[in-house]
């Protein structure tokens, strides 16, 4: 019994709060040791996906790479380590949030208003997507204009044929001008999928003769979209024809 009365009274004296003394010092101790560099510890961070904002497009494989290395899988644990933690609030509160939105009424109600876009006269006659560029004449490099569809469009009154292509999503004009006789499509850089020309352009609402390229996913639809430009502008060089000889004065008395 002395025995057990001795090793309790050693164990309670072990586990004893420490003076403060000592254990200033003992921290100090501490924070001169420094821990040696473990050679299996990464050096860096590797970031999966690219950063937003840049103009660089995020191709499928490239998309494809970042699922397979774990992304959704980190995110989707996440997402339930946190609805653990709440102990099931989550659901809850959500639940709340839909009944208050779908008995959520306007204060007015607006009239819906349809916004022309200036195509309703114009039919489309062919349409490729594709990624524009334009070049800048003070900085001498090539600019991206935007992604999407590029289309001829022909006015039902007049007959003229423009291209017309608007960013996708946002919708904003990155070209638009007529499709003239003079106009010529060169290759870009020996590629064959890219072409250049140049051209009176209203883009941004504004005359400006802009040097144009444009590139496609493959060699056949930039080859049919040149086949399209040169079958147009030989027809609009034929209307413009006929209608400088409808226009001239005539020279019978």
């Known amino acids: 019994m002395s025995h057990q009365q001795e090793d309790t009274s050693h164990t309670e004296a072990s586990i004893a709060p420490r003076d403060e003394e000592s254990t200033t010092s003992h921290r100090a101790g501490r924070a001169e040791e420094k821990p040696e560099p473990s050679e299996s ?23 494809g790479s970042a699922a ?67 070049f800048d004449k003070a900085m001498r490099e090539w600019k991206e204009r935007g992604t999407g569809e590029i289309k001829f469009l022909r006015h039902q009154t007049t007959g003229r044929v423009r291209l017309l292509m608007r960013r996708q999503q946002t919708l904003k004009i990155c070209a638009n001008h007529y499709l003239l006789p003079e106009m010529r499509l060169e ?47 030989k027809q609009m060089a034929a209307l413009l024809a006929s209608e400088k000889t409808s226009t001239k004065p005539s020279s019978d008395h």
């Open 41 to 63: 510890a990464p050096t860096g961070f590797r970031f999966v996906l690219p950063v937003a904002g840049k103009t660089s497009t995020v191709t499928s494989d490239q998309q």
């Open 68 to 134: 397979a290395s774990g992304v959704k899988s980190v995110f989707a644990a996440e997402g339930e380590r946190d609805d653990h933690d709440q102990g099931g609030d989550t659901n809850d509160a959500l639940g709340e949030e839909d009944a208050s939105v779908s008995d959520w009424k306007p204060l007015v109600q607006l009239d819906l208003v349809q916004i022309k876009s200036g195509e309703e006269d114009e039919e489309i006659l062919a349409k490729f997507r594709a990624k524009l560029y334009r």
């Open 187 to 233: 290759e870009n850089m020996g590629s064959d999928r890219s072409w250049v020309w140049t051209a009176i352009d209203y883009a941004d609402e504004e005359r400006d003769e802009a040097v144009l390229a444009i590139r496609f996913k493959d060699s056949e639809t930039a080859t049919r979209f040149h086949e399209t430009f040169e079958k147009l502008r």
